[in-house]
């Protein structure tokens, strides 16, 4: 059963606590699924249409949820009421790297409501960051639609973050050790601010709403201008460790290569996978994913392509590892590997088997991820959205 799926309260509980407990069921039910039947949440959640229908209706009234009637599948008989989350509730993202920091609203509806991405000088500061990230912010806030309400701000971080407070204890590429990254932004936007490693929200994000949607045992691949990163989804639970920094995969060490990887760690899988060495064979100072990807599809170069198989190869072993240890049912891979899966998808399957126990890896499925530029965004809203579906009623929203 997938971490996100909501279940009926436990018995034993205050009338309360049963209450604020269904009611954050309902709402995470029709968060993940965007629009769903009454009848449905009913059956999913096993509480009876009566009760399903006062929270409904308390959610409601508290501008979260939206109710309507859809006509009945044969268009005959009586219709079907639709629940939706409400589309005027957003969160801000914000995602910082080497080049460019990309901030976006995001509807709780699920609903990418404007995105920019915005160069910047190498290596900025953490504090430059900050100041861009509360520029845009604004800028965006200016333009939503009145009545909107805002729930916050998630950071994406290509780096080790202390969740419990959003410092930053170490992005490496970045150079950014020990920043109150949370706190700051927070004093400059005026909204609470919530912090996160970038490759754990992609994993979050892959599982409730893209290719690892509904899979209960997955390991996610997410290589960015920060490195390889990464998350695992173990029975439904997403492996968080006993401090909150797991999922560290681009760390595993596949090579007795001496090359070092933005932690300082030689061969290992972040060390031999390097997006900066393939901007630099098709001398590309920044691009995007899709950028990058247009030249990895259209290279004749016989040193680019040598380079793309060594990359795939190394991807097939740090997978193989990864199969190894956690027998998932899919590997999903996010950014540029999307795009070596692309170039040598047949070489990618048959080294990572080679590598791999033959019980672990016999089911195992590679997937490209489903969310594309919009992963992080997602991922990143998820955070302030996750304070709301805790305690919907009690959650201050603010105005725009």
Same mark, same amino acid.
């Given at each position: ?188 936007? $005026?909204?609470?601010?919530? !912090?996160?490693?970038? +490759?754990?929200?992609?994993?979050? *994000? =892959?599982?409730?709403? &893209? /290719? ?122 996010? $950014?540029?590997?999307?795009? !070596?899966?692309?170039? +040598?998808?047949?070489?990618?399957? *048959? =080294?990572?088997?080679? &590598? /791999? ?44």
């Amino acid at each position: 059963m997938s971490a996100d799926k909501p279940l009926p309260a436990h018995k034993g509980q205050s009338g309360e606590s049963v209450r604020q407990h269904n009611l954050s069921t309902v709402l995470r039910l029709v968060h993940l699924q965007g629009t769903i039947l009454r009848s449905k949440i009913t059956a999913t959640t096993g509480l009876n249409r009566s009760t399903v229908s006062d929270l409904v209706a308390e959610l409601s009234e508290l501008g979260i949820l939206v109710e309507k009637e859809t006509a009945a599948p044969t268009g005959v008989g009586r219709p079907s009421l639709a629940v939706s989350a409400a589309d005027n509730i957003v969160a801000f993202s914000v995602n910082p790297e080497i080049d460019a920091t990309t901030v976006a609203a995001v509807a709780l509806s699920g609903r990418v409501v404007s995105k920019e991405r915005r160069l910047m000088r190498s290596h900025p500061t953490a504090q430059d960051s900050i100041a861009v990230s509360a520029e845009m912010i604004d800028s965006m806030r200016k333009q939503l639609e009145p009545g909107t309400r805002i729930v916050g701000v998630g950071v994406s971080v290509p780096g080790q973050v202390r969740s419990s407070d959003g410092v930053i204890r170490f992005a490496p590429q970045l150079g950014w050790v020990e920043q109150a990254f949370a706190a700051s932004l927070s004093q400059s936007t $005026g909204l609470p601010v919530y !912090l996160a490693n970038d +490759a754990s929200l992609g994993c979050v *994000a =892959e599982s409730r709403f &893209g /290719a690892a949607k509904d899979i209960n045992d997955a390991v996610f691949l997410f290589a960015g201008s920060g490195g390889i990163g990464g998350g695992v989804i173990s029975n439904g639970r997403n492996i968080t460790g006993a401090a909150g920094y797991a999922g560290e995969l681009g760390h595993i060490r596949i090579s007795s290569s001496k090359q070092l990887d933005y932690s300082g760690f030689s061969g290992t899988l972040e060390a031999l996978v390097r997006r900066n060495d393939l901007l630099d064979i098709f001398r590309l100072y920044v691009a995007t994913d899709e950028e990058l990807d247009a030249e990895i599809r259209s290279t004749e170069s016989t040193k680019a392509r040598k380079l793309l198989e060594q990359q795939v190869s190394s991807l097939a072993d740090g997978i193989s590892t990864l199969v190894n240890i956690f027998n998932p049912e899919v590997v999903v891979l996010g $950014g540029f590997l999307t795009s !070596l899966f692309d170039f +040598a998808p047949d070489q990618l399957i *048959a =080294e990572m088997k080679q &590598g /791999a126990l033959a019980a672990a890896s016999e089911r195992v499925v590679i997937r490209k991820g489903a969310l594309g530029s919009n992963l992080l965004v997602l991922g990143a809203a998820e955070l302030p959205f996750e304070a709301l579906l805790e305690a919907p009623s009690s959650f201050r929203l603010t105005d725009a």
